[in-house]
Structure formats: structure tokens, C-alpha cells
């Protein structure tokens, strides 16, 4: 996979050698609090990453490494991919100190590009608790549709049931949006 540059970030396929950083926010339990749980070890966070290389070399997603300045700040990228039905969905996650700088939305609007090009998507999605009101943002000013709400779909750490919310984004709906 060839690395994609934006302004400020390169995209590339994530190495075990990124360990360090990727431990950094997949270790944090506020930036995990609405994700997988949080990662308790480097052995771990090498594990994670040879987990993401082998579903890229299955062709189950294309993962990517967001570096900013020699540093990993976050992953990004297009899983559950099946090609039949050119769908695929969007996952994300970035280091709490790099919030807030339009880092999230830069790296989402070229891996959007990267999915209904090169991986030829019709579709795209993005689930996420209804609640993760930095995720919701994102997922909009990308221009993503809410399609519905699956209703106290999981069981969070504050002992609740939240809502998730689906949103889809249609390769049609990105071209006109341009
Ligand atoms: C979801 C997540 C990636 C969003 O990150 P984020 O930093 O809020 O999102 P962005 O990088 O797009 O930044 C957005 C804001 O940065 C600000 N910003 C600052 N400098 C900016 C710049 N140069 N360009 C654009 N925006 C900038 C803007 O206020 C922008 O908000 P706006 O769209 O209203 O203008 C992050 O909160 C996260 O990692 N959360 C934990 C993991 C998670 O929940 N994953 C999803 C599980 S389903």
C-alpha cells in the first residue's frame, strides 16, 4: 500500500515498530471509553498490530497509520470490507492531546477517497455510540447520513445502555459533494 500525504499527515500501513505510539491512545481508557477496550501492554499493542497487517493481507480492511511529525497519532481506517458487496466501514481513533486540530476529519476525507477509488466502495459506513459527540461531528462534516439508531445497543462502563448510531455514505452522495 503506498503511503497517502494530506497537509499536515502521512497515511501508511502501521509496523510493529509503532507500538510505542499506538500504545499511547489504544491504551487510553478515555480515548477508548467508547471503543474496543482499552490495550494493557506493548506485547499487547504488537499483538493488535499484527492482528490489523494480517485482515490487510486477508483483504479484510486497509489500515492506516496517521503520522504526524515522526509520531503515530492515530489509526484510521476501512474494515469489514467485502468486496462482493463494495462496502466497507470506517474506523477511527486518535491520541487525546491531537484532538480538536481537524486531524481526524484531514486523514477521513483522503481514506474516503482511498476507499471509493482505489478499493472501488460503493458504500461506507461508520457506527458509533450515539453519545461520542466528537465521533457524530466527524462522521457529518465528512458528509455521512444518519440511517438509524440500534436503541441501548451497548453496555458502557458508566453501567448504561447507550444507543449506537449507523451512518452511511454512498459513493454517489461523495462525488456530488466533491
Ligand atoms: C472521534 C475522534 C477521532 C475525533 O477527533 P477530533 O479531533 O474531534 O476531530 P477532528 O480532527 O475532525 O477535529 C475537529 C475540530 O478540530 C478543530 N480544528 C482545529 N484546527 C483545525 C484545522 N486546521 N482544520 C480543521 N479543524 C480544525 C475544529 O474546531 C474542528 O471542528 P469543526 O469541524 O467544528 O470545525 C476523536 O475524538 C477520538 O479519537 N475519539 C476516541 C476514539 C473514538 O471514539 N473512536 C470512534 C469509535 S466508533
Given at each position: 500500500m503506498q503511503p497517502i500525504r494530506t497537509d499536515r499527515l502521512v497515511l501508511r500501513e502501521p509496523r510493529l515498530g509503532d507500538a510505542g505510539d499506538v500504545f499511547v491512545f489504544r491504551g487510553d481508557p478515555q480515548v477508548q471509553r467508547y471503543n474496543d477496550e482499552p490495550l494493557r501492554t506493548l506485547a499487547e499493542t504488537e499483538a493488535f498490530i499484527e492482528y490489523l497487517l494480517a485482515e490487510a493481507g486477508a483483504d479484510l480492511r486497509r489500515h492506516f497509520a496517521l503520522e504526524a511529525g515522526g509520531s503515530v497519532i492515530g489509526l484510521m481506517g476501512l474494515h469489514s470490507w467485502q468486496p462482493r458487496h463494495q462496502q466497507a466501514e470506517l474506523g477511527y481513533d486518535l491520541a487525546k492531546e491531537h484532538w480538536g486540530r481537524g486531524y481526524a476529519a484531514e486523514a477521513g476525507r483522503a481514506i474516503l477517497r482511498f476507499g471509493f477509488?482505489?478499493?472501488?466502495?460503493h458504500r461506507i459506513h461508520a457506527r458509533t455510540i450515539a453519545d461520542n459527540a466528537r465521533s457524530v461531528h466527524l462522521l457529518r462534516s465528512l458528509?455521512?447520513?444518519?440511517?438509524?439508531t440500534l436503541r441501548e445497543c451497548s453496555l458502557e462502563d458508566d453501567g448504561r445502555f447507550h444507543d449506537s448510531a449507523v451512518f452511511g455514505l454512498l459513493r454517489s452522495e461523495w462525488a456530488t459533494a466533491g
Open positions: 477509488t482505489a478499493m472501488r466502495l458528509g455521512f447520513t444518519l440511517e438509524g
